[in-house]
């Protein structure tokens, strides 16, 4: 049996111009063959690349609309629901599904959140950057109440071309803003407040003030009478001793 090496050996020398010719054709075809398969490598990874920032930035230039509680800037301890397009391009059609239906300690007043049009007829057109804010609650009133602390929203709406987008699921957990520590931050609500205090105060010193004033001129009237009196009997008496 030949070996292996028996099977590799080859005389070169032994090659004629016709054998030379074959194997340079031979290699010519490995290394174009070789040289195709890096170009379409080449090509398939640069396609790849191409479409990732296309989409990239089909995605960069997508609405995107999110919805979120956060703090009132004027009502201390109030809460806000939000609705924004973070996005950079018109959002259409957006309409808010929420599970279960918004309850706030709000809506015994006649104002239900739920059955405000921004929820039931949804926002017909949202500028990129544009935001929507409505009076949700107050916390305290809230977890006195009882009322559901997580809410799961979502959100469907349409590119400014009109395309369907994938609706968003959110889920709004009011849970979490309780027993944090947080420093106590006066806005608004808080001055209104304090200026009410103190116009009480200036009416009621003012109140007091005209009191005394009253009091002291009835005392100082008084005392005129008796001093008139005091004087009118003296003179009296006199005139009688002469």
Same mark, same amino acid.
């Given at each position: 049996m030949r070996t292996a090496n028996q099977l590799l050996a080859v005389d070169l020398r032994a090659w004629t111009p016709e054998d030379w010719s074959a194997a340079a054709t031979v290699a010519t075809a490995i290394f174009t063959i070789a040289t195709i398969g890096i170009a379409l490598a080449a090509a398939l990874y640069a396609k790849q690349q191409v479409d990732l920032a296309r989409e990239l930035r089909e995605e960069q230039a997508q609405p995107f609309v999110v919805v979120d509680f956060a703090d009132n800037p004027v009502m201390r301890q109030g809460i806000d629901f939000v609705v924004e397009n973070m996005g950079q391009t018109l959002a259409r059609n957006v309409k808010i599904s929420v599970d279960p239906p918004f309850a706030t300690t709000f809506d015994e007043y006649g104002y239900p959140l739920k059955d405000a049009p921004l929820i039931t007829d949804g926002i017909p057109s949202l500028p990129p950057r544009k935001r929507i804010t409505a009076l949700f609650d107050g916390a305290p009133e809230r977890r006195e109440a009882g009322l559901p602390m997580k809410y799961i929203a979502t959100?469907?709406?349409? @590119?400014?071309?009109?395309?369907?987008?994938?609706?968003? $699921? %959110?889920?709004? @957990? =009011?849970?979490?803003? %309780?027993?944090?520590?947080?420093? $106590?931050? %006066?806005? =608004?609500? @808080?001055?209104?407040?304090?200026?009410? @205090?103190?116009?009480?105060?200036?009416?009621? $010193?003012?109140?007091? =003030?005209?009191?005394?004033?009253?009091?002291?001129?009835?005392?100082?009237?008084?005392?005129?009478?008796?001093?008139t009196r005091d004087s009118g009997s003296s003179d009296s008496g006199g005139t009688a001793a002469s």
């Open positions: 959100v469907s709406f349409e @590119d400014s071309r009109g395309r369907p987008q994938e609706p968003l $699921t %959110y889920i709004l @957990d =009011l849970s979490i803003r %309780y027993n944090l520590l947080s420093p $106590t931050e %006066y806005g =608004l609500s @808080d001055a209104a407040e304090a200026l009410r @205090d103190i116009s009480a105060t200036l009416k009621e $010193t003012r109140s007091e =003030l005209r009191g005394e004033f009253r009091r002291r001129r009835s005392e100082g009237e008084r005392r005129d009478a008796t001093a």
